[in-house]
């Protein structure tokens, strides 16, 4: 479904990816962690057009990616995105948030859009609160908020940009436990993550980032179990070791 070849990135002098290569297919789930300014975000930018790349080539559903082809739009809607910060309107209820969407870009009848957004918000678990405000909910519920808004569109793949890492500890379960259930369902989900625990379960490959390359890439239960490269097996010990609440 989405095919990476010999991906190069930089801004100005400074690289921030190198050769990165990576398959994904349909129902697959693969997380992508790492230090810090590793380029794992950068890949899912990369992915949906929202960054232009200086060589190799992006493929999404066979398509090249290029954020100057007229097709980019169409294949954004293919995507859906998840971002740290949720990016919600704060001045439009949690309901129109979802339909937003659907109304504007598909040009779905309202009720349509309506009652398809409910259906989502009680999938995520807040049905009950269509009619709040953003700023009334907690970060944990408006990331669950902009998961339903991503589905709304009916991507055929999901990419997550570290969707928990501004979230509160305690809010962070609620989240993964929605994410746990696309993945269930067969929903192709490409994952920045600090949440080693939700790779571990949930994945079906992890990829190692250092430095804008994939260092180490494999299924979920030899990388983080078992890594076989030292840079990997020093970011775990590091990452397994530090204090709740504390990311990488």
Do not use: W
């Not at 300014?37 to 929202?50: A, F, W, Y």
């Not at 790349?53 to 066979?62: M, S």
């Not at 339909?99 to 995520?124: C, D, I, S, T």
């Not at 030899?222 to 840079?231: E, F, I, S, W, Y």
């Amino acid at each position: 479904m989405i095919e990476i070849r010999n991906l190069e990135k930089s801004y100005g002098d400074h690289r921030v990816l190198h050769d990165v290569s990576l398959n994904v297919q349909r129902g697959e789930v693969v997380c992508l962690i790492g230090p810090s300014g590793s380029g794992k975000s950068t890949v899912l930018r990369c992915i949906n057009g929202l960054e232009t790349y200086q060589g190799g080539e992006v493929r999404a559903f066979g398509e090249l990616v290029d954020n100057t082809s007229g097709n980019i739009h169409l294949l954004r809607r293919r995507m859906g995105m998840v971002f740290q910060r949720f990016n919600l309107f704060p001045h439009r209820t949690v309901l129109e948030n979802v339909m937003e969407g659907p109304v504007q870009v598909k040009r779905e009848p309202r009720e349509q859009a309506r009652a398809e957004a409910m259906e989502l918000l009680r999938k995520v678990g807040l049905g009950e609160k269509s009619h709040a405000m953003p700023p009334q909910l907690s970060g944990g519920q408006q990331q669950r908020v902009a998961i339903a808004r991503a589905l709304a569109m009916k991507p055929e793949a999901m990419l997550f940009d570290e969707p928990t890492s501004a979230l509160d500890p305690e809010l962070v379960g609620d989240v993964l436990e929605v994410m746990r259930q696309l993945a269930n369902e067969g929903m192709t989900m490409i994952v920045v993550t600090h949440e080693m625990g939700f790779a571990r379960e949930v994945a079906d490959r992890v990829c190692f980032l250092h430095s804008g390359s994939i260092v180490e890439e494999g299924p979920a239960k030899q990388v983080l179990g078992a890594p076989v490269h030292a840079r990997t097996q020093d970011f775990l010990r590091r990452v397994l070791q530090a204090p709740a609440g504390r990311n990488e």
